[in-house]
């Protein structure tokens, strides 16, 4: 391997990390917020949001972000390789996400919502004071796994024309007909990139830092 594939490679592990990055960003707070809908059981949001749900779950990521990238033209909606692989990767999140919330919001005590009703606070003052400290540590594991599935799960948004670090591995394999070193190294990438994701979840989850989810 030369110079320039090491920087192919790197350049590669960037891309995969801002992609997940940006999906993470939209998915997270998106799926906190359907989860919300489908735990205050709004009849037809209800029924909407589970369907959602469902289907996404069901769905590979191959097959959505082929969607994405040519159906919404079709429909009038131009989107570029990027727009398609951030949509595709927040989409499938976001519904994994509500999930996880939603199993945090249904074992919630019942007993500190009916104190806080008792002390007349508003539910958005309950949800962002008491619910939403107390979700973000029992949650937290459960949503960097997601994270961390999800950024190995993001070399499907190939398909669309990105090149992340699975991709440019393939192509210097490809060159070099020595697929083993980049492929080895591509490992490497991914193994520091969720090393960091861990890292900073066993930071978060310091009492101190959490506590600060509270504003």
């Excluded at 996400?97 to 500190?112: T, V, Y």
């Amino acid at each position: 391997m030369t110079s320039a594939d090491l920087i192919s490679l790197l350049q590669g592990a960037a891309v995969t990390v801002a992609l997940s990055l940006a999906a993470i960003v939209i998915g997270v707070p998106l799926g906190l917020g359907f989860a919300i809908l489908v735990w205050r059981r709004i009849p037809l949001v209800q029924l909407i949001v589970k369907t959602y749900v469902s289907l996404i779950r069901a769905t590979p990521l191959v097959t959505l972000g082929l969607l994405i990238y040519f159906a919404l033209p079709a429909v009038g909606l131009q989107t570029g390789p990027v727009t398609a692989a951030i949509l595709t990767l927040a989409i499938n999140t976001t519904a994994f996400n509500c999930e996880i919330w939603r199993a945090g919001l249904m074992d919630f005590p019942k007993d500190q919502l009916d104190s806080a009703q008792a002390f007349g606070m508003s539910w958005p003052h309950t949800f962002r004071r008491i619910m939403l400290p107390q979700l973000a540590r029992t949650c937290l594991p459960a949503l960097v796994n997601e994270m961390t599935l999800l950024l190995k799960g993001s070399p499907a948004i190939a398909v669309v024309g990105i090149v992340d670090v699975t991709r440019a591995a393939v192509r210097i394999g490809a060159n070099t007909y020595e697929p083993l070193p980049p492929f080895l190294l591509a490992t490497a990438l991914y193994a520091a990139i969720v090393f960091v994701f861990v890292r900073a979840q066993r930071w978060l989850e310091r009492p101190s830092k959490l506590d600060e989810v509270r504003v």
